[in-house]
């Protein structure tokens, strides 16, 4: 009797057991699918029909397994495993995408610190150069460097400081008081001059052994011949490190959703640490409707002459205008094309290259074949190429073997920006997605907010948006004027066709007003010859002196080294590069814009659309 009531009890305890163990499995993959479903809803790049979607899937997953743990028939140890894998799976994600998201803002949000300063450096000329000029500097002593800054200072105590009081008057007067501050002594010899290439002459010239220059200025330098080895003809003395608030440009609130925006994106050919304050060597507008889906992409020559605001709207290059701080940029181009432009996106050499790299590289249509100035094993084919990050650079670096010289190499940085563009909205980017955040961490400047770029990856993932991308660059004669921010020293300039700029302009407020763009060939510029003489379509109403008679001015540009073992294009046959012939149009005032986009010219601007993804 006693025997079968213990039989009986172990009956009933093994048939609990049986009840139990499938809660013990299904349990924890209900808590991870509810965990997932949580943390998807509050990711701000995802569409909330996804989290639907995956809160249906889920539900499912989650009744098939329940039903299935609780049928006798069916083999339990496979369905444990399942539940396993699945509860696994769901954590993980859960986990990371917490993880990634925190990235993605630190990407966005972490800028570098140098945007904040601006660098005063004092300049003294070094003792190589003063040794090949003894004519010049055999009066001047020389001074050891020494490895302690203010010791090195303190050596010049007695020495003549050069300043300019034109454009960088404040920042000239606050470096000078430091160091006058550090160094005790209220009463140095100082020499001011008219303009910042006036204060570097007198500097070489030895009227003054210490010159007090803005650190931005320096890249100016290398548009003067005379002063185009700066940086190996002088050594720097002391760094006054000035705080500079107003260089910061707010936080842009822009619905990159819903309102038409448009956007700066601007580079230079240096490589380390980016600033708002310097020079910008590419300089590319995009107008963006995110209700009509339509893009309009705008570049300009670096040397394109316009209006300076900070400097009185006195003309001047607008790589310079980056001088004054990128703010001044953004107002100048705003004035330039009647488009209000909030947005910017600032990189460098090395930043550009390592997002190529890091989305697999791009494929691109290049129009014509042809080579790297420096390196005849370095050949680009004409038709579809494929290239990785220091291949690219390249392409987009070379103007002097173009058949159009930098009117060409303005034209190639639209054709990569373009295929970036369309690789960051394919779907194999999500493969490269860790890696590219990676890439770019820290190594660019935008006033975009986490909110509004995770705000339009949300539109672009929910709609699964065809963009239409049209893409135009401005023109223009060579020639050589004074610029605002150089003084008295004529420099090599671009006079950009006004008839180019108001078609820019007409078609980018076109997508702002909500109409359907198509690529068309843009108008030629009056009397425009590719390499040859100027013609007379551009606009000198804001010029502060007359013009020098334009002439073609040529430039050296030092090929950047590469940051990684180059990969060249095969080396191809020698085919000269064939031109083709650029009609004469007649010389005439500048024409008005058109209401709508105009044919086709031949020989004017070359198609480098591609189809939308």
């Known amino acids: 009797m006693a025997t079968n009531r213990a039989n009986q009890s172990n009956d009933m305890h093994k ?15 209900y808590i991870a699918a509810i965990a997932l479903v949580s943390v998807f809803w509050n990711m701000p790049m995802f569409p909330r029909r996804w989290s639907y979607i995956l809160m249906a899937i889920l ?37 990371l995408m917490p993880v990634y998201k925190a990235k993605v803002s630190n990407v ?10 601006i660098y005063m450096n004092l300049y003294v000329m070094a003792d190589d150069y003063k040794a090949e000029h003894q004519d010049i500097f055999a009066s001047t ?44 002594k209220q009463d140095l010899n100082v020499v001011d001059k008219e303009s910042v290439l006036d204060s570097v002459a007198a500097l070489y010239n030895n009227e003054g052994q210490v010159l007090i220059m803005n650190q931005s200025y320096t890249g100016m330098l290398d548009d003067v011949p005379e002063y185009e080895n700066f940086a190996k003809d002088t050594r720097i003395l002391y760094t006054v490190k000035l705080t500079d608030e107003t260089a910061k440009i707010a936080v842009s609130d822009t619905s990159l959703t819903t309102e038409p925006f448009s956007i700066f994106i601007g580079g230079n050919d240096q490589e380390g640490d980016l600033s708002l304050i310097g020079r910008t060597d590419v300089n590319i507008v995009v107008t963006v409707n995110p209700q009509t889906h339509q893009i309009a992409i705008g570049s300009f020559p670096r040397d394109s002459f316009i209006p300076n605001p900070a400097l009185g709207y006195s003309g001047d290059k607008l790589t310079h205008l980056g001088m004054q701080g990128l703010q001044n940029t953004l107002n100048g181009l705003s004035d330039l094309l009647s488009v209000n432009i909030e947005n910017y996106i600032l990189i460098n050499f090395s930043t550009y290259q390592r997002i190529i790299d ?113 893409n135009y ?34 078609v980018m407020n076109q997508v702002i007003n909500g109409e359907i763009v198509t690529q068309q060939e843009m108008v030629a510029g009056s009397g425009m010859v590719i390499g040859g003489v100027a013609g007379t379509d551009y606009d000198t109403s804001y010029e502060t002196e007359p013009v020098v008679n334009p002439t073609p001015v040529p430039e050296v540009n030092t090929p950047v080294e590469p940051v990684t073992p180059p990969v060249t294009q095969p080396p191809a ?9 650029i009609e004469q149009p007649p010389v005439e005032p500048t024409p008005e814009v058109p209401s709508e986009p105009q044919q086709p010219v031949d020989g004017t601007t070359t198609d480098t659309s591609v189809p939308a993804q």
Not at 108 to 117: A, C, D, L, N, S
């Open 108 to 117: 966005i949000t972490e800028q570098p610190e140098e945007q904040t300063y």
């Open 473 to 506: 660059r401005v023109e223009g004669s060579m020639g050589e004027s004074l610029c605002a921010s150089s003084g008295s020293t004529p420099l090599s300039v671009v006079y950009p066709y006004q008839s180019q700029v108001q078609f820019i302009s007409t």
């Open 358 to 470: 890091a989305i697999g590289g791009v494929d691109v249509d290049n129009p014509y074949a042809f080579g790297f100035w420096d390196n005849p094993n370095i050949w680009f084919e004409q038709g579809t190429i494929h290239l990785d990050g220091y291949n690219a650079l390249l392409y987009v670096r070379e103007r002097k073997t173009l058949p159009d010289g930098d009117f060409g190499r303005t034209m190639h940085q639209q054709i990569v920006l373009k295929a970036i563009i369309n690789k960051l909205i394919s779907p194999s980017i999500i493969t490269k997605f860790d890696s590219l955040l990676t890439a770019i961490k820290g190594t660019f400047l935008t006033n975009l907010s986490d909110d509004a770029i995770y705000g339009l990856c949300q539109k672009q993932l929910d709609e699964n948006i065809s963009w239409n991308i049209v």
């Open 59 to 95: 539900v499912g997953i989650l009744g098939v397994t329940y039903g299935l743990s609780h049928h006798k028939k069916i083999p339990q140890i496979p369905v444990r495993i399942f539940e396993v894998f699945m509860a696994l799976i769901m954590v993980v994600v859960t986990v």
């Open 141 to 184: 002593p020389s001074y050891p460097e020494k490895s302690d800054e203010l010791e090195d200072l303190k050596q010049y105590l007695d020495a003549t400081f050069i300043t300019e009081l034109t454009v960088e008057q404040e920042n000239q007067r606050n470096a000078l008081t430091e160091v006058k501050n550090v160094l005790d």
């Open 573 to 581: 046959e020698e085919v000269p590069v064939e031109t083709p012939p």
């Open 15 to 29: 048939h609990k057991k049986r009840k139990l163990n499938p809660l013990l499995f299904w349990i924890p993959l």
